[in-house]
């Protein structure tokens, strides 16, 4: 993956201000930002998803331009193609794991069946050993079982990159590290790109791959 | 006991279209409030929520002075569609929907803004276009709210009686509701009619109340 990041944007949270100003190019298939919280990560790995719009500047994954503010480009969320899992994973609770998964293989106005299935569901289903629990909803299973589901629903739509969000920050320690061996293997079969956020230090060092340093709304530099 | 029965009939036909209207654009104005940002919106909000807190009969005036035969809107209908709606049931309905409105409003608006913003934001990242993330997470949450305070609607339009009279009059058979007959019966000092009509109202008060407790199981049932 080649990502390359430049915006800035200007958020406001009552009396507090704070200036976004990221900038940083990748060509590795694993990147990991690390920073407080409160360096603003989130926001910027939500500009790149296009759930929110910077004020200014440039985004380009893979050689597609998703954001260019002074070409007038904002390609939107649904269209860019990046798997997202967010923090405390998103989990549709009014669906069963299979209605999650399957969420986003059908793209229009209605939900998958309850009993939906393809070939595609039979895999992730298997894959991440979720048969047992197809039919039941977010609230049922375990916390490594929600990682999971929202992992496959991220996954199931073939993105060209993965945008995780605190992966393990919902989970116990034990859990954490279990979770971050069965991530690493993910993502060295799938050969897809990660970028991965997080204040956790042994995140960075576990994880691997190019670690950039984001500080006060703007990214540092490199190493950790 | 037939004319009665007729009011009756009259008042759940009234209602009942009354409800199905508010339901449509509560929903509507109830999601532009709670997600959309736009200036106004707070002039907007007070605007639709203005019936609830004006007297009916004031209401009613407004709607004649609106839909009335020398009124913007109703001498529009007349010249185009040849429509009158004064003194006709039709009128009713609009009396009722307009002084029922609120309650659905303010129902539907609060269950929204209680759907977790990134369940929408995740059904965007997953390809879903806006309509689609409206009818497949967020109208699906926000049921169980907006049903409540259309039955509550429901129950107001029953009671109409204030803006009903203004717009639609009392002719028997035709636009005189229960709420309506009870008071014309009580006023020609027909106590027999009165009571037969006020108990009927009662019943049918509580059947809607017991039926609307079926249809919105509690909160400590509906989450396991």
Redesign the interface.
Known sequence: MTISVKIRKSLRAGPRSFELDAQFESASKRVVIYGASGAGKSQMLKAIAGLSKPDSGLIELDGQTLFDSSAGIDVPARKRRVGYLFQDYALFPHLNVRQNIAFGLQRGLWNPSAKADSEALRYWLQAFELDAVAHQTPDQLSGGQRQRVALARALIAEPSALLLDEPFAALDPSLRVRMRAELDALQRRLDIPMLLITHDPDDASTFGGEVLTMTDGAVAGEGA | MEAALIALGLSLKVALWATLVDLVLGVGFGYLLARGRFPGRDVLDALLTLPMVMPPTVLGYYLLVLVGRNGPIGHWLQEHFGINLIFTWQGAVIAAAVVAFPLVLKAARSAFEAV?L??E?????????P??VF???SL??AWRGVLAGTLLAFARSMGEFGATLMVAGSIPGKTQTLSIAVYEAVQAGQDDTANLLVIITSLTCIVVLVAANRLVPNRAQGAA
């Open positions: 977790d990134q369940l934001q995740a059904a965007r990242v997953l390809g879903v276009p309509l689609g009818l497949r997470v699906p949450l």
